[in-house]
T-cell receptor, first 113, second 114 residues
């Protein structure tokens, strides 16, 4: 069965360190997204990609970057982790057409100390 | 700026009750309105979705009501069960040119008690 997996599931890092969260999907979807989930804010879009070599900034992109070198993977990098980036991060993928289902990973809980 | 406003933040109902979760949007270009259900420790999963050409959509015990003129939509859960206890998110996007980017509401934590 097709799926979308995130790793690690939990991570603790120190302020100022670079951190990369992995996202891998086997749906062969063109669209991939990174959201962060915080109480009182719901899910907010960080970055997204519509295909290989395509990346775009979302609503809360400061301090984050992504790269898309193949269809399956969209790693999210925190250049210099800050306590404000403590959150639960979700990766999602969908096919190219609008108005279709987005499939989410299980999430990565990141704590910056 | 919250483009999709959701209420209430939390909701407790008795088994068999009908919880109602409301959302309001600002961007009139939105034309796809999904609801996602999230259990603890899991990612959100699509529950039901509606497009503005209809005023109501039912799937099993879940119903979306849509009011285009008021820019509001709501989720009703009929005969609610303890297994429905989860966090529910409304969302909105543009079908054409929107790239399936979702704008989410802030979420509603639902607890269904026996």
């Amino acid at each position: 069965d097709a799926e979308i997996t995130q790793s690690p599931r939990h991570k603790i890092t120190e302020t100022g360190r670079q951190v990369t969260l992995a996202c891998h999907q086997t749906w062969n979807h063109n669209n991939m997204f990174w959201y962060r989930q915080d109480l009182g804010h719901g899910l907010r879009l960080i970055h997204y990609s519509y295909g290989v070599q395509d990346t775009n900034k979302g609503e809360v992109s400061d301090g984050y970057s992504v790269s898309r070198s193949n269809t399956e993977d969209l790693p999210l990098t925190l250049e210099s982790a800050a306590s404000s980036q403590t959150s639960v991060y979700f990766c999602a993928s969908s096919n190219r057409d609008g108005g279709t289902e987005a499939f989410f990973g299980q999430g990565t809980r990141l704590t910056v100390v | 700026q919250q483009q999709v406003k959701q209420s209430p933040q939390s909701l407790i109902v008795q088994k068999g009750g009908i919880p109602i979760i409301n959302c309001a949007y600002e961007n009139t270009a939105f034309d796809y309105f999904p609801w996602y259900q999230q259990f603890p420790g899991k990612g959100p999963a699509l529950l039901i979705a509606i497009r503005p050409d209809v005023s109501e959509k039912k799937e099993g015990r879940f119903t979306i009501s849509f009011n285009k003129s008021a820019k509001q939509f709501s989720l009703h859960i009929m005969d609610s069960q303890p297994g429905d206890s989860a966090t529910y998110f409304c969302a909105a996007s543009k079908i054409t040119g929107g790239g399936n980017k979702l704008t989410f509401g802030t979420g509603t934590q639902l607890k269904v008690e026996l």
